[in-house]
């Protein structure tokens, strides 16, 4: 029996990396897509020493409005149906609404909310007609709190993909395919070097973080187990459910106080 094949986009580093290694560890082969290369070659270096895995890299920038055609056609002509789809690539903008130019925001957009939704449009009939698939959408515990100055889209966008996640998992119900929301707080990884952020992250209490290793582990536990939505951690389901049960304007003015800390909103 051919082995199952798992695509991880924005597979070069942190929660992405995790969670290829889970599967890499489960018997699965791999299809890496991220924009460095060089990375995607030693990480596919590292699964074939470490657990035998095949991997197929495939450098792509998902803000790229072709990017998810030619990774999906590149693995058709490589006779490798996606038997799981780890749409985990992502980052943020900072500074308000109008710091970024609308080329940036479109571009935002095109990786966090429009690459997920076509890969996922373009594996999910294969799976539904071999009756087994798993897509988790790597989304955010922002997507559960209210909305801050200085993240204008990004919350919006993981909010997204909750919902869309929450549907997908409903409508398949009696396919054999699971969908999942993997929803995590501050995760240690390269996300706030990228986003230039890691001054301002460095000030937050420890009890707040937890490591890429464990958030992916939750997400793939919840996914076999076709959880629709899974918040990483106590304290980050703590949050979520406050967020819930308070009314809209103080759950705005708590948030705005304590995310002026940490985030700038020029």
């Not at 429009?114 to 294969?126: F, I, K, N, Q, Y």
């Given at each position: 029996?051919?082995?199952?094949?798992?695509?991880?986009?924005?597979?070069?580093?942190?929660?992405?990396?995790?969670?290829?290694?889970?599967?890499?560890e489960r018997g699965y082969d791999l299809a890496l897509t991220a924009?460095?290369?060089?990375?995607?070659?030693?990480?596919?270096?590292?699964?074939?020493?470490?657990?035998?895995?095949?991997?197929?890299?495939?450098?792509?920038?998902?803000?790229?409005?072709?990017?998810?055609?030619?990774?999906?056609?590149?693995?058709?002509?490589?006779?490798r149906p996606v038997d799981a789809l780890i749409n985990n690539a992502?980052?943020?903008?900072?500074?308000?609404?109008?710091?970024?130019?609308?080329?940036?925001?479109?571009?935002?957009?095109?990786?966090?909310?429009?690459?997920?939704?076509?890969?996922?449009?373009?594996?999910?009939?294969?799976?539904?007609?071999?009756?087994?698939?798993?897509?988790?959408?790597?989304?955010?515990?922002?997507?559960?709190?209210?909305?801050?100055?200085?993240?204008?889209?990004?919350?919006?966008?993981?909010?997204?993909?909750?919902?869309?996640?929450?549907?997908?998992?409903?409508?398949?119900?009696?396919?054999?395919?699971?969908?999942?929301?993997?929803?995590?707080?501050?995760?240690?990884?390269?996300?706030?070097?990228?986003?230039?952020?890691?001054?301002?992250?460095?000030?937050?209490?420890?009890w707040l973080w937890q490591d890429a290793k464990t958030v992916a582990?939750?997400?793939?536990?919840?996914?076999?187990?076709?959880?629709?939505?899974?918040?990483?951690?106590?304290?980050?389901?703590?949050?979520?459910?406050?967020?819930?049960?308070?009314?809209?304007?103080?759950?705005?003015?708590?948030?705005?106080?304590?995310?002026?800390?940490?985030?700038?909103?020029?």
């Amino acid at each position: 029996m051919a082995r199952r094949l798992c695509l991880v986009t924005g597979a070069s580093a942190g929660i992405g990396q995790a969670i290829a290694r889970i599967y890499a560890e489960r018997g699965y082969d791999l299809a890496l897509t991220a924009r460095r290369a060089d990375r995607l070659e030693a990480f596919a270096a590292e699964l074939k020493q470490t657990w035998g895995a095949e991997s197929i890299t495939i450098a792509a920038d998902l803000a790229d409005r072709s990017a998810p055609e030619m990774i999906i056609r590149t693995l058709e002509e490589a006779g490798r149906p996606v038997d799981a789809l780890i749409n985990n690539a992502g980052y943020g903008l900072q500074g308000n609404y109008l710091s970024s130019s609308w080329a940036d925001h479109a571009a935002f957009m095109q990786v966090l909310v429009e690459a997920p939704l076509e890969l996922t449009h373009r594996v999910l009939p294969g799976m539904q007609t071999r009756r087994f698939g798993r897509i988790m959408n790597v989304a955010s515990l922002a997507g559960h709190v209210p909305p801050t100055a200085g993240a204008t889209l990004y919350g919006a966008a993981k909010a997204f993909l909750v919902r869309f996640s929450q549907a997908l998992n409903q409508e398949n119900a009696e396919t054999g395919v699971h969908v999942s929301a993997l929803c995590p707080g501050f995760t240690y990884s390269e996300f706030h070097d990228v986003n230039g952020m890691r001054d301002q992250m460095a000030s937050m209490p420890s009890w707040l973080w937890q490591d890429a290793k464990t958030v992916a582990q939750i997400g793939y536990d919840a996914l076999e187990a076709n959880q629709a939505v899974v918040v990483t951690g106590g304290v980050n389901k703590t949050i979520a459910a406050l967020c819930k049960l308070l009314p809209d304007t103080l759950a705005l003015r708590l948030m705005s106080s304590q995310t002026r800390k940490f985030r700038r909103a020029d």
